[in-house]
């Protein structure tokens, strides 16, 4: 489920915000979303734990795990509901498997050194929550005849909204989210529909957490103030940016203007992608929205100050809408875009000047206003990242002008040394693009 607000780049060189402090394993992280139902034909924890070595390799850090809950009956929408309409907040999904497996994929998760967040819904819960059974009616926002309601405003039949005036509640809903950390050492939490739930709530909630263990916090929100309880948030104004310029709607300008406008924080992380469940299955596939701007845009989400993310199947091409209601399992055949992903990630682990937020080098744009050509460089120390993307349709070319880019480096992709000069020429196909580093 998704809430859109707004904009741009992100986090630390001391390793707080605030009052907390963002945990300095993600300074170079990159995270990839996982659909646990699709991603097998089992649709299961063992399952998928077997391709976790294959996303170590690939460069992947964080797994984020769509909801793993069992999924509410009452007012279920298709087959097998939706997984943001949770029965318990305390059990697993019987379909995914047990605790135990859902402990081991943990375990194997952290052998690789990688970390575990899970999608949480803290806005409703299914109607037939076990909270309801147990009695605590109050605990939810009710109509006028004392019935479970929607959240307002939305078509989300399946779930009943939650009343956060409600004290006893909250207590049980941090509860519940500490229950993950105790019993199955999770790193974290990517909180859904964040920005719905009060911030003083959150707040209260990653005290208590980090006092467990310091956790990584994700908000499927936007504004700058969820920075006071969250790590990162997402760009989603910027993911729109992108798929307007692919479609010819916006331009590089759009871009720039993005950028200026920044209200948050060098230490605020933001999280940038070309699709997630959300995108992919409400709004259409990559094909769809980008088309052959697809991989230009990819190369901007992954370099550009942020923490990119991949959606499950992104790097074997995945080009239709998976069904969410109902089992529609990804194809692995192809994997055509392995080593294409495993570039962009390993260059965001390894090049500091590509690490997130103040622990990277800020982002430089060196475009002139008459070419479709957005350039643009990232510098920390001797390490600098190069960055040229053609934002359009058409074949252009210029020259680089500004004489600070000159030097020798390596192309990304081709893995050709070359030294930039003045008057460069560069020369760029229909959403073409290149990443030199030193």
């Excluded at 207590?171 to 964040?194: P, Q, T």
Aim: proline content about 3%.
């Amino acid at each position: 489920m998704r809430l859109i607000s707004f904009f741009v780049v992100l986090s630390i060189s001391s390793g707080t915000f605030g009052q907390f402090k963002v945990p300095e394993w993600s300074k170079n992280a990159t995270i990839y979303e996982v659909n646990v139902r699709q991603f097998t034909p089992e649709g299961t924890f063992n399952a998928f734990a077997k391709h976790l070595p294959r996303l170590k390799e690939m460069g992947v850090d964080i797994i984020w795990l769509m909801p793993i809950h069992p999924i509410g009956e009452k007012n279920r929408k298709g087959g097998l509901g939706s997984y943001y309409a949770v029965r318990n907040y305390e059990e697993v999904n019987s379909e995914f498997g047990t605790l135990g497996d859902f402990q081991q994929l943990v375990k194997d998760a952290h052998a690789l050194d990688m970390k575990v967040i899970i999608d949480w819904v803290a806005n409703h819960t299914a109607p037939d929550n076990v909270w309801v059974d147990q009695g605590h009616k109050d605990w939810y926002t009710l109509d006028s005849l004392g019935n479970l309601q929607p959240t307002i405003g939305t078509d989300w039949w399946d779930v009943a909204d939650l009343n956060y005036e409600n004290r006893e509640m909250r207590k049980a809903m941090i509860e519940s989210m500490k229950f993950w950390l105790k019993n199955a050492d999770i790193d974290g939490f990517r909180c859904d529909v964040a920005g719905w739930v009060p911030m003083d709530f959150w707040i209260d909630a990653r005290k208590e957490l980090d006092a467990v263990k310091p956790i990584f916090f994700l908000a499927e929100s936007e504004g700058a103030d969820q920075h006071q309880a969250f790590d990162m948030t997402y760009g989603w104004e910027l993911h729109h940016v992108m798929n307007d310029i692919a479609k010819g709607k916006k331009t590089k300008a759009d871009v720039l203007t993005y950028f200026e406008k920044n209200t948050y924080k060098k230490s605020d992380y933001r999280m940038h992608f070309t699709s997630n469940h959300d995108e992919n299955s409400w709004n259409g596939t990559e094909m769809e929205r980008m088309g052959d701007a697809r991989f230009a845009m990819a190369v901007f989400a992954a370099t550009i100050e942020g923490m990119p993310l991949v959606y499950n199947g992104q790097e074997t091409s995945l080009d239709k809408r998976l069904r969410f209601f109902d089992k529609d399992t990804i194809d692995w055949f192809k994997m055509d875009l392995v080593s294409f992903y495993s570039k962009l990630l390993h260059l965001k682990r390894d090049n500091p000047a590509l690490w997130n937020g103040e622990y990277g080098g800020s982002t430089v744009f060196h475009s002139s206003g008459t070419s479709s050509i957005l350039l643009y460089s990232r510098q920390l120390g001797k390490n600098r990242v190069v960055v040229a993307i053609n934002m359009s349709s058409k074949d252009v070319s210029e020259k680089i002008k500004d004489t600070t880019l000159l030097g020798k480096y390596k192309e990304l992709f081709s893995g050709k040394k070359q030294r930039l000069k003045k008057d460069h020429p560069l020369v760029l196909e229909a959403w073409g693009y290149r990443v030199w580093v030193k």
